[in-house]
């Protein structure tokens, strides 16, 4: 089978194209919460919020994406478990379940789960169904970080929204375009190269 024809097959995500094997979904897990723990550590901070900007987001985004709902899943797991066990790989080498910006690490679980779907589904094949998935994960991110961060840190509604997530919208919509850049154009590649 060419790599043209699966990488159109519906169902297939980007990993799908490497050779299946056990080893493989190991290897992609872990790969996967190594890289959303080295994203994490693009960290800058925003003054006046507890949770800073990082490359985090967007790691988990692609690993959901690329990777499928699945494994999507298992990877930011890794990433939340260890992390929560004291691996110093949470934004800025922090660790631990109860700082203000663990929700938003529950959210990128959930959300490296959808968007894995959604990719399963072809919407990372096109730049405008790349910027629709990247948007209906983030704003999963938020749907659960916002609400932790209300109850970590005991702030109302209004202040969690102002302090977690209006600071970081110009920075998802530049993830956003990465993305829109990044996931299509790979899917052109590996069918020219078919």
């Known amino acids: 089978m060419?790599?043209?024809s699966v990488s159109f097959r519906p169902g297939t995500v980007l990993a799908d194209l490497l050779p299946a094997s056990r080893v493989r979904d190991i290897a992609l897990v872990a790969g996967g919460a190594?890289?959303?723990g080295l994203a994490a550590q693009i960290a800058v901070p925003v003054p006046g919020s507890p949770v800073p900007v990082t490359g985090q987001t967007f790691a988990a985004l692609l690993v959901g994406t690329?990777?499928?709902?699945?494994?999507?899943?298992?990877?930011?797991?890794?990433?939340a478990l260890?992390?929560?066990?004291?691996?110093?790989?949470?934004a800025g080498g922090t660790s631990g379940a109860g700082g203000a910006s663990f929700g938003y690490v529950l959210g990128m679980l959930l959300a490296a789960t959808l968007v894995g779907a959604l990719a399963r589904?072809?919407?990372?094949?096109?730049?405008?169904?790349?910027?629709?998935?990247?948007?209906?994960?983030s704003a999963v991110v938020y749907a659960v970080g916002v609400p932790y961060l209300m109850a970590a840190t005991g702030m109302s509604a209004g202040a969690a929204v102002a302090a977690g997530l209006t600071p970081f919208l110009i920075g998802d919509a530049l993830k956003a375009a990465l993305a829109m850049g990044v996931l299509p154009a790979t899917w052109k590649l590996v069918g020219r190269r078919g």
């Open 34 to 36: 190594a890289l959303t």
């Open 66 to 79: 690329a990777f499928g709902a699945r494994r999507g899943f298992l990877s930011l797991g890794l990433y």
């Open 121 to 137: 589904r072809g919407a990372d094949r096109s730049v405008a169904r790349t910027a629709g998935t990247m948007v209906l994960g």
């Open 2 to 4: 060419s790599t043209a």
């Open 82 to 90: 260890l992390g929560a066990a004291g691996l110093p790989w949470f």
